[in-house]
């Protein structure tokens, strides 16, 4: 090779790397120019040129944290829920007598009656916080004297919460007392007309103002609210174990002595075979005092702080399709006497209960019917009327329960009774009643 050739190869020799530099994937996807490589010096011998080398990946930014969702206010998760029940019961029957009445369940019994709104309920209710929930139910449809359709407190009361799961929970204010099964039970869901005489006489409108303790076990407390609906019947969640202290002198009336209530139930929803059954027990003990009516014969036997105490046992099957209910208790309650002592208020033996089978048809015409047989029996007195009359109940009643829409509910009774009235001289009145009651959700 010639001296000349010889001094120009590192020039050529660059010239090739830059050229295949300039044509590489790496630098046509960067799409930049080639480096320069400087002439070499003829003197040094040529360095062989760097190879550009791919930058490095982005590091992905970290993404951004998820902004927390703004609790909204507990007044934005307040529910509004209710029933309103429209009745008429005059219509014909065989033997119809205008003097049997009953001032504390149907106040539409009796002469001069005609259409009449029985429950008018409106329920309040929210979560304020994720250990307190409130609950207020006034009804629009109640009497004081003789004005109908008055506004009065039925619930206000406050459960509070202490642990996650809600197993146990307190409960402050007015509110269902937890005794009996009916007496728990919402009217809304009740296929009878009217609670019966021998439980519901231990509490005028089934509450009082109080502290209550209930526990329950999630599962259950899940499973109570899935027997109280429409279909099958059920009472809602008072808790497997209830206990509590209440003034005593029932809903809306003042404590009127210093010896407070005190009650305690038991009950447990289970599965035998594929029907849910519902067994339960629950007793109170207090004082009560009672209302004297002023110029009347009646008088109190030995002071006015008389011994009020019961125990009830309750049986549920619920209606899948065919249901049970019987319930019965015996104690001692304040009461006027019966012959010689029919004046004499004292505290004195009750015993009663009731006994009602029904049977649930499903999809007639895509409705559901329940029809039903109810038979009651009551001796004892009743502490919360005046002059605390003893009462002898004896009835018998049939119907049928149409569930047309959720919404919409028709109830048709035919009641056959033997009652004391709730009204002096506390005579007993026996006669046929036809009842019609329809029903609005919402």
């Known amino acids: 090779m010639t001296p000349m050739v010889s001094s120009y190869r590192p020039v050529l020799h660059a010239l090739l790397s830059g050229a295949t530099l300039l044509l590489s994937p790496v630098t046509l996807a960067q799409q930049e120019p080639a480096p320069q490589t400087p002439p070499s010096d003829p003197a040094q011998p040529a360095q062989p040129p760097e190879v550009a080398t791919p930058p490095a990946a982005p590091t992905p930014a970290p993404a951004p944290e998820a902004k927390k969702e703004k609790e909204s206010p507990w007044y934005e998760r307040i529910k509004l829920r209710g029933y309103t029940q429209f009745r008429y019961n005059r219509l014909p029957s065989f033997n119809v007598n205008d003097d049997l009445i009953n001032d504390q369940g149907d106040r539409f019994l009796g002469k001069n009656n005609g259409f009449g709104i029985r429950r008018a309920r409106l329920v309040i209710s929210a979560d304020v916080h994720e250990h307190v929930s409130i609950y207020l139910q006034p009804d629009f449809a109640s009497v004081i004297g003789d004005q109908h359709h008055v506004a009065i407190m039925r619930d206000w009361y406050a459960d509070i919460f202490f642990d996650a799961k809600k197993e146990f929970r307190l409960r402050l204010g007015q509110s269902k007392v937890p005794f009996g099964f009916e007496n728990l039970q919402s009217s809304q869901n009740r296929v009878a007309l009217d609670r019966n005489d021998a439980i519901n006489s231990a509490l005028k409108d089934e509450r009082d103002l109080g502290a209550f303790f209930y526990w329950a076990p999630a599962e259950i407390r899940q499973r109570f609210q899935e027997l109280a ?40 929803p289970f599965l035998f075979g594929k029907q849910y059954v519902e067994v339960g027990a629950a007793g109170y003990y207090g004082r009560y005092n009672v209302s004297v009516g002023s110029g009347t014969p009646y008088t109190l036997e030995d002071g006015n702080d008389l011994v009020d105490a019961r125990a009830v046992a309750s049986l549920v099957i619920y ?61 004892g007195g009743k502490k919360f009327d005046t002059n605390a009359p003893r009462y002898d109940v004896r009835e018998l009643e049939m119907g049928v329960e149409w569930q047309i829409l959720k919404a919409l509910e028709v109830t048709g009774t035919y009641l056959i009774s033997d009652r004391t009235s709730s009204r002096a001289p506390y005579e007993q009145e026996q006669g046929h009643v036809t009842r019609l009651q329809v029903q609005v959700n919402y």
Do not use: C
Request: glycine share 16%; charged share 20%; aromatic share 8%.
């Open 319 to 379: 209606p899948q399709p065919i249901g049970f209910m019987a319930e019965y208790n015996v104690g001692r309650g304040p009461s006027l006497g019966e012959g010689l002592e029919s004046t004499v208020i004292a505290s004195r033996p009750l015993r009663g209960g009731y006994a009602q089978l029904m049977y649930r048809l499903d999809n007639v015409l895509g409705t559901t019917l329940i029809p039903y047989v109810r038979g009651t029996l009551y001796e």
């Open 229 to 268: 609906n429409s279909k099958l019947k059920g009472s809602g969640d008072y808790g497997v174990v209830g206990l509590g202290v209440y003034n005593g002198q029932t809903a809306n009336r003042p404590e009127r002595n210093d010896n407070l209530h005190v009650v305690g139930r038991v009950t447990w």
